[in-house]
């Protein structure tokens, strides 16, 4: 069995992987993003090591197995059983690949489908009558799709559902034969490891290019550094400090897979800054382990109550002048956009930071950075903030069973450690009272009037410092970002407290196209000095040139249907610019849950009736509204059709949206809304929408 196996691994990694001649992928440019330089601190990277033996240490692991089987004199599954190399290469695109992507795929069906089988039957059931996966090598779309793909960073190792769990979004399961052969203890272990640490390691795909494969290369001069270069938003402001905001640790490891502590691999110390982070055991297993529980609690109220979340504007208790004046002090900007060449040269600093931040925020143990021909293997110490970086390895002659083992066995190692247990909180609903009943009431009076006193003093504002308080990021400066005028003019660089305002995101909406929305706060300097602060605000960030060039058209869009009076529609504050990156910000009200996600209980397909006739004649009325000001949507689908809180319905989204629309074409979009109302609508896309994105202007049709 043995030679077969061997035989088997070999087949299946070949040399490299047959690239495009002449692809016209583009170059490497540096992978950091805008969130890269919010993470916490807590959490950011600190040191980069070098692990001479993590190689030769994961061999380690599967040594230890196979010794363990032959004491036990376990009989594995047949050689017959054995999945053959052909069987794996029928996935595999005979076409060169083209991209990273192509790369990542080619990997994924070769190399890990073959091995997660190997793995997961040595590791966790050797006793199976087949070999049969407990993980997986999954595609996680994290991105906007891309014609080429110079990075890919979609690949995630993550655990399979158990066998029997109630499993409504169909994801794979462990096959009913390996899972009866677990006893009840090895299967309650490991619901508890997919659960805790669902996303044990993730990928970093590069195309080979030189750009790439020198940054690989060189980031062995990143060993002899003591710390490791931090890249934070320049502004300038020392309005508050950043760590009084909750952090919960996932714990390290007790041990390593192959026998020995974790205490006597790594060499580093704990460090002492975190005496002072709190490693709750009370946080739900079901979320990723990072998050605040106390910041998750209070979502959990506001979700479950949405009656009570209504825009609010709050006066701040009095404070003395001192201590105003340190709250909101005088800031700092930027001159001008961050230079982006010192980080392309400088490549190795910027795959690392980016890849660091990755694995933090899927509270992964493990990196592998891939460039076709070779690889790294990288292990996450979260106490000491170390990366721990092998040595390069010949994707040709190194078989990756041994790191997919060693994943598994760590996960099984933090499990045992930190054991937690999810209690769900009980909704007490209150018959509701005269009295409640007038609070409410004058709650939605008083949120309308400081809604427009809000929205007066903040449409002077030219600055807008944004920071994220959200999961592993939080932030160590703010970010500046200038209000969008006509036409570009000098930015002066220190702004009073009366000219700028704040924007904390504390959590995400959605991605797409166009951008990430987020949910956020705002805060400002009212009138006689008053701090004012208004909840439930919606961001939406744009990175590409295409997607600013979205935003763009779609904050054109609401300014004319807002200076026309269009019902039906959010009120948006503006479009604000990043100094240093040019991301763009469009911040406007949140108004409310889609149509899609107040569907009945049984997540159906079909709206089923769960609109009232009264909230589809208001849906309608808005686009008759909105179609009065010559605008046509041309995107009108379940997602972008909202209900507010207070039971106002509203249409949102407007990046395709054309303007000077015909008459013709405004009406064939009323007939396709009042049907989409009716449930004549079977999925969630859109038909007269399914543009693919390009970057190319004649996708984007705005005049008609």
């Known amino acids: 069995m043995q030679t077969r196996l061997n035989l088997g691994l070999r087949a299946l990694v070949p040399g490299a992987p047959p690239v495009q001649k002449n692809s016209p992928c583009p170059n490497l440019t540096h992978p950091l993003t805008f969130y890269d330089g919010h993470l916490d601190r807590r959490l950011a990277l600190k040191r980069v090591e070098f692990a001479t033996t993590l190689l030769v240490d994961l061999s380690k692991s599967v040594n230890t197995i196979l010794k363990k089987i032959l004491e036990d004199h376990i009989e594995l599954p047949p050689v017959e059983a054995f999945p053959t190399p052909r069987q794996y290469k029928t996935y595999v695109d005979p076409v060169p690949a083209k991209d990273a992507r192509a790369i990542g795929l080619r990997y994924r069906a070769i190399v890990s489908n073959f091995v997660c089988d190997l793995a997961s039957t040595l590791a966790l059931y050797p006793t199976a009558p087949t070999w049969s996966p407990a993980i997986q090598l999954a595609v996680r779309i994290t991105s906007r799709h891309q ?55 993730v990928w970093q795909f590069y195309f080979v290019h030189k750009e790439a494969e020198d940054a690989l290369k060189n980031l062995s001069r990143l060993f002899t550094m003591k710390t490791f270069p931090e890249i934070t938003p320049l502004t300038l402001s020392e309005d508050r400090p950043t760590s009084d905001v909750p952090l919960v640790l996932s714990p390290d490891a007790i041990s390593t897979a192959w026998g020995s502590p974790v205490t006597s691999w790594v060499s580093v110390t704990r460090s002492p800054r975190f005496d002072s982070v709190v490693q ?119 078989i990756r069973d041994r790191t997919h083992q060693v994943l598994l066995q760590e996960a099984g190692e933090k499990s045992i450690k930190s054991k937690c247990k999810y209690a769900p909180r009980q909704n007490n609903l209150r018959p509701r009272t005269r009295r409640s009943v007038a609070l409410e009431e004058l709650q939605k009076s008083e949120s309308i009037r400081n809604f427009k006193a809000v929205c007066d003093n903040l449409a002077s504002r030219k600055l807008a410092l944004l ?53 956020a706060r705002i805060e400002l300097l009212g009138p006689d000095r008053k701090p004012l602060s208004l909840s439930n605000v919606v961001i939406k960030l744009a990175f590409g040139e295409i997607q600013k060039k979205r935003l763009r058209h779609e904050f054109h869009v609401y300014d004319h249907l807002m200076s026309t009076g269009s019902r039906g529609i959010p009120y948006v504050f503006g479009l604000f610019e990043d100094v240093e990156t040019e991301t763009l910000a469009l911040i406007m009200e949140n108004v409310g849950l889609s149509v899609w996600d107040c569907r009945l209980p049984n ?78 609508y079977e999925t969630s896309l859109s038909h007269e929408t399914q543009e693919p994105d390009s970057d190319s202007d004649s996708d984007y049709n705005w005049r008609e």
């Open 603 to 680: 997540q159906s397909k079909r709206l089923q009736n769960t609109l009232s006739e009264s909230e589809k004649s208001g849906f309608l009325d808005a686009l008759k509204s909105i179609h009065s000001a010559g605008v046509r949507h041309r995107d009108l689908r379940v997602e972008n059709l909202t209900i507010s809180h207070e039971g106002h319905p509203y249409i949102i989204d407007f990046d395709r949206a054309a303007l000077n629309a015909s008459e013709d074409a405004r009406v064939r979009e009323q007939k396709n809304l009042m049907a989409l109302l009716n449930g004549q």
């Open 467 to 519: 920071r994220i308080q959200h999961g592993p990021y939080n932030s160590t400066a703010p970010s500046s970002f200038l209000r969008v005028n006509e036409t570009k003019t000098a930015h002066k660089l220190e702004y009073e407290p009366h000219e700028y305002f704040r924007i904390t995101i504390f959590s995400e909406l959605a991605y797409g196209t166009t951008g990430d929305t987020h949910m």
């Open 280 to 398: 709750s055991h009370t946080l739900n297993i079901l979320r990723r382990s990072t998050r605040p529980t106390k910041f998750r609690s209070k979502v959990y109220k506001q979700n479950k109550n949405p009656a009570k979340n209504v825009d609010e504007m709050k006066t701040l208790p009095s404070v003395s002048i001192a201590e105003e004046n340190r709250r909101w002090p005088n800031v700092v900007i930027p001159a001008k956009k961050r230079d982006m060449a010192v980080l392309d040269n400088d490549m190795a600093v910027s795959i690392l930071q980016h890849a660091w931040t990755q694995a933090v925020e899927k509270d992964s143990s493990f990196l592998v950075l891939n460039c076709g021909t070779f690889e790294r293997i990288a292990f996450r110490h979260r106490s000491s903030q170390t990366l721990f970086v092998s040595d390069l390895v010949d994707v040709a002659r190194y």
């Open 147 to 201: 014609q080429y793909y110079p990075l890919n960073e979609e690949f995630v190792l993550e655990f399979r559902k158990p066998y029997g769990l109630d499993n409504r979004e169909e994801l794979p399961m462990v096959p009913q034969s390996a899972w009866r052969t677990l006893n009840a203890a090895e299967q309650a272990r490991f619901r508890e490891m997919s659960q805790r640490f669902p996303k044990t390691a």
